[in-house]
Nanobody
Framework: QVQLVESGGGLAQAGGSLRLSCAAS????????MGWYRRAPGKERELVAA??????YYVDSVKGRFTISRDNAKNTAYLQMNNLKPKDTALYYC?????????????WGKGTLVTVSS
């Protein structure tokens, strides 16, 4: 089992910055990828950014503004969000993909709310 706890959400003004953290605990050695998803009011959940050993992925709407990183020693992933826009307002979830014996298990945090005011 892997437990994920997000922090760092809150209220920001447009153009401001926030840094989200996702602390992983438990069977963290199995984690092959970590990502940040978000669900805005009335919209589907979308993958915002992900990080694996091979590299990173960003949805087009955040490229150049958000940066995902991971500190393996601390078992923590981060999402640095700069130049925030009101459309970034959403509940942000951390995700971890855990590979055990050729089967991938997916774990989720409870989310942290980001609100961007104009």
């Amino acid at each position: 089992q892997v437990q994920l706890v997000e922090s760092g959400g809150g209220l920001a003004q447009a153009g401001g910055s926030l840094r989200l953290s996702c602390a992983a605990s438990g069977d963290t050695i199995c984690i092959s990828a970590m990502g940040w998803y978000r669900r805005a009011p009335g919209k589907e959940r979308e993958l915002v950014a992900a990080i694996t050993k091979s590299g990173t992925y960003y949805v087009d709407s955040v490229k150049g503004r958000f940066t995902i990183s991971r500190d393996n020693a601390k078992n923590t992933a981060y999402l640095q969000m700069n130049n925030l826009k009101p459309k970034d307002t959403a509940l942000y979830y951390c995700n971890a993909d855990c590979l055990r014996e050729a089967t991938t298990y997916y774990y989720w945090g409870k989310g942290t709310l980001v609100t961007v005011s104009s």
